[in-house]
């Protein structure tokens, strides 16, 4: 039976569609053994090192390397090792192209100097130079340097804990207008440390808090080699206030008057909450003694002296916030002057007949160096009338030598000498007005006497 050829054309494809299944099917390597074998590659050889560079045998020793070591702060820098790098001069041997450097005294000294270098940078606490042997291969004795470092401490954190009478913002515009205010990222400083525990002190002392403590604190922190955390603790302890004032030695004035001259430091009184009179204020004490020094001298006690106050404890409060105190204060009046000779010395401008009559003081008057002072303020005026705008004064005393007469001692006598400096004339060279966008010069210029 014969096929049509519609049924041919069917078997033919199935035939077709048959053999590709079965070639897939076929393993590989059956498929390709018609094929020659390729030859089996031997394994790659592993890296071979290097050969290392070393020096012609039996050359002198050489400095091999230069290492930057961190021992004491696990091995970590917080500055970049580029900068320390900067300050060390002395290379070590370049293998690669060949230059070998000669480990010799020169070479001893160019590190010393670099050792110096570094140190003055003031970035480290610590610095050692070690020197290792490290022979090449050949027997050549390499030199291998180590500067092992410790870094300095630096700030990240600075407060200030327990300040409550002394605002933390006014310690610091303090700080900074003394130059001593810390700033953060900077290396914690041991004496500028000091310096403002001591201002911190003193601003409490101007407060009335004169047994303030003020205690740094240093503290590492966690989030990086030598970064720390400064405090200052403070104690503010109790406000002293003055109950009352004595002065010991004393006669020619009394306390009182003595007292009424003292402005800073004086006795609580009844309107003292309003004025904040009262509290000992231990800087402004000298203010206060240059005034009472000046009382007695404008009454002839050129020799007076005022000593340091003593501060007597008389009771605490019982919450011990305030502590009363006497203050003593020591007086030497010395004797009372009066004046002796009265003359000039220096003036060739103005003779010291005009002179003297500016100073209202003659001889056998007590000393009194208010008049003085004043004298001298006529007398630069009546010199800088005459273009004498450089002209200086000063007193010069000296005590007489007391001779006894009549068996009492003679009376205590001063000769006062006028030293003056006159200085050079100047004249007006030309005048010119400055800022005057509504007034005309020729309108100024006639209201001046010059």
């Known amino acids: 039976m014969r096929l049509r050829s519609a049924d041919e054309a069917v078997i033919r494809r199935d035939v077709l569609l048959l053999l590709s299944l079965v070639w897939l099917l076929v393993p590989v390597a059956a498929r390709g053994q018609s094929a020659p074998a390729r030859a089996a590659q031997p394994p790659a050889a592993p890296d071979q090192p290097a050969p290392v560079r070393q020096p012609p045998a039996g050359s002198p020793p050489v ?21 320390y790098l900067y300050y060390i001069r002395t290379q070590p041997s370049r293998p690669s192209a060949g230059v070998w450097v000669p480990w010799n005294e020169q070479t001893e000294k160019s590190l010393l100097e670099d050792y110096r270098r570094l140190w003055n940078t003031n970035f480290l606490e610590d610095l050692t130079l070690e020197v290792r042997d490290a022979p ?42 003394k130059n001593a205010y810390i700033r953060l990222d900077s290396f914690i400083d041991p004496g500028l440390v000091q310096r403002v525990r001591t201002i911190v002190r003193e601003m409490y002392a101007e407060q009335g808090y004169l047994y303030a403590k003020v205690t740094p604190e240093i503290k590492e922190l966690p989030g990086g080699p030598k970064l720390v955390h400064l405090t200052f603790r403070i104690e503010e302890g109790p406000k002293v ?19 009424s001259r003292m402005k800073e430091n004086k006795a609580r009184g009844l309107f003292s909450f309003i004025t904040g009179g009262g509290t000992y204020k231990e800087a402004k004490f000298d203010e206060d ?77 007590y000393y009194s160096e208010k008049r003085i002072r004043k004298g001298l303020e006529k ?13 200086t004064a000063y007193p010069d005393l000296q005590l007489r030598a007391r001779a006894a007469g009549n068996g009492r001692p003679a009376a205590p006598v001063v000769d006062v000498t006028m030293r003056l400096q006159e200085g050079k004339q100047y004249f007006v060279n030309r005048i010119t007005f400055v800022g005057n966008t509504t007034t005309r010069d020729n309108v100024i210029r006639r209201e001046l006497r010059l």
């Open 241 to 259: 206030l003055i109950s009352d004032i004595e002065f010991v030695g004393n006669r020619a004035v009394s306390d009182g008057k003595l007292e």
């Open 136 to 177: 090449y291969p050949n027997g050549v004795v390499g030199k291998h340097v180590i500067f092992d470092m410790e870094e300095r401490q630096r700030v990240k954190i600075v407060d200030y804990v327990g300040a409550r009478r002394v605002d933390q913002t006014k310690i610091e515009e303090r700080l900074r207008e």
């Open 63 to 83: 400095l091999r390397a230069i290492e930057l070591a961190f021992s004491k702060q696990g091995g970590v820098s917080a500055i970049d090792p580029e900068t």
């Open 379 to 391: 007398a630069q005026e009546l010199y800088g009338t005459g273009g004498y705008f450089e002209f």
């Open 289 to 365: 003694v240059q005034k009472i020094l000046e009382y007695y001298r404008e009454r002839g006690y050129i020799a007076a002296r005022v000593g340091q106050p003593e501060l007597k404890v008389l009771r605490d409060t019982d919450e011990g916030r305030t502590r009363w105190v006497q203050l003593r204060i020591p007086v030497t009046e010395g004797e009372r002057y009066r004046v002796g000779e009265f003359r000039f010395e220096g003036n060739t401008v103005v003779k010291s007949e005009i002179l003297r009559p500016l100073f209202k003081l003659k001889t056998g008057d």
